[in-house]
């Protein structure tokens, strides 16, 4: 990798290619192992990992899959879970090959969720509160999170009656499929991460990985919220419900975390998602589906995407951690406040614009109809 982070001077776009629904998922890496380069992370890059400030946009995707593979190690998994570091590599390889080139759904979300939740990690000091199985269940939720994301959401996939809608009742197809596709890459022994846990701890770690990627299903938040709120009344890290839930209040962090990241890194991801959300409203105005005023590209812009966001789901629910996890208020509440006050002052400006617009559309109709009149009254 390269030495230095400041030489890194273009960012990486994210890709607006939209693939449909592929039948022919590859649950194996189309790459071996040979073929995958070695990165030698610098000490700056090791360190810059550990932060919410951390520029997902600078690194290409071998370098990306370098650095899932270094969290792995350094977190102590593939040492206490007896993982082959040759099997993480071609997971890791597998685990790119079956994200998608969405505007906003692809592996480049998947690395920026799985930083952050190493972040988080690593800030909360995480490692004195959970076990290391937890950790390995968090990791691995994080990175296999939106495996094969179409690019269009639930209700899409409801309202179309897609296949995945069918197969899943209407019940979280999305992240039902996710659950389905990161085992059938498990499955496969060259891919097999957990092939040296016990049968025990596999069914465990199992339930947990499909319990959290279902928690990421975003009609379920405040349901979540609200029942972790309830733990937090008198939180205990002994007891096993408060502590599945805490996991889970986490990987929904770590999803929708963009945010916290500086503006320049946060912002391109605004645009990717309204790409993604204009490519979903366009296909259900010519289907004759609903549309959900927020993905009309007629009716959304950047400010009002991201201002209820910010307030009403970020914020409350980064607040609730920081009851437990006092670190969190300065590198990832603090940004969540200021990103709030950036966009509310871009509406103020929009919006002053589209009143200067009115205004002058106004004067040019005043104009035209004296000249009207004027016309009419000269030729009585």
Known sequence: MREEMASRNNRTTCPCKYSFLDNNRKLMPQRDV???????LSQETIDALRKPTFDVWLWEPNEMLSCLEHMYHDLG??????????TLKRWLLCIHDNYRNNPFHNFRHCFCVTQMMYCMISLCFLQEKFSQMDIL?????AICHDLDHPGYNNTYQINARTELAIRYNDISPLENHHCAVAFQIISQPECNIFSNITTEDFKKIRQEIITLILATDMARHAEILDSFKEKMENFDYTNAEHMIYLKMI??????????????????????????????????????????APFMDRDKVTKPTAQIGFIKFVLIPMFETVTKLFPMVEELML????????????????????????????????HKYLIIFLDHILKNL
Request: net charge negative.
């Open 77 to 86: 998994l593939v040492k206490d879970f007896n993982i082959n570091p040759i």
């Open 137 to 141: 269940v968090l990791m691995t939720a």
């Open 250 to 291: 986490l990987i929904k962090c770590c999803d929708i975390s963009n945010e916290v990241r500086p503006m320049e890194v946060a912002e391109p991801w605004v645009d990717c998602l309204l790409e993604e959300y204009f490519m979903q409203s366009d296909r259900e105005k010519s289907e004759g589906l609903p549309v």
């Open 334 to 365: 603090q940004p969540l406040w200021e990103s709030k006050n950036r966009y509310e002052e871009l509406k103020k400006i929009d919006d002053a614009k589209k009143k200067v617009k009115h205004n002058n559309a106004l004067l040019m109709t």
């Open 34 to 40: 040979p073929a995958y380069p070695k990165y030698m």
